[in-house]
Nanobody
């Protein structure tokens, strides 16, 4: 099974940018679809942010981040990146990287329940 570790979170002013990284170990990374979810505060439901299929270009974005966030992956380095620009205070939260074993032909999933493996999260705070 794959283990996921996020990095790159931090404090940024509104309008700024950040790039999050998700590093994977164990398993065969190229067989996993990877997604990003965020949780605005403890107890709130997580929100789908973006996902990328086992091989590009299959990607999907949440409505609130489409056009501002870009997800990409490097299967040679076992990493997935989430580039975030024009950040808004409502983008604040804990960002989680998650993955599931991808079967050929299965549509890219956006529901958190479809993801079997999760990282510990990285905090993103956008100040106004």
């Amino acid at each position: 099974q794959v283990q996921l570790v996020e990095s790159g979170g931090g404090l940024v002013q509104a309008g700024g940018s950040l790039t999050l990284s998700c590093a994977a170990s164990g398993g065969t990374f190229s067989t996993y679809s990877i997604g990003w979810f965020r949780q605005a505060s403890p107890g709130k439901d997580s929100e789908f942010v973006a996902a990328i299929n086992r091989r590009q270009p299959g990607v999907r974005y949440g409505d609130s981040v489409s056009g501002r966030f870009t997800i990409s992956r490097d299967n040679a380095k076992n990493t997935v990146s989430l580039q975030m620009i024009n950040l808004k205070p409502e983008d604040s939260g804990v960002y989680y990287c998650a993955g599931y074993y991808s079967v050929w032909g299965r549509p890219l999933q956006t529901a958190s329940s479809a993801y079997d493996y999760w990282g510990q999260g990285t905090q993103v705070t956008v100040s106004s």
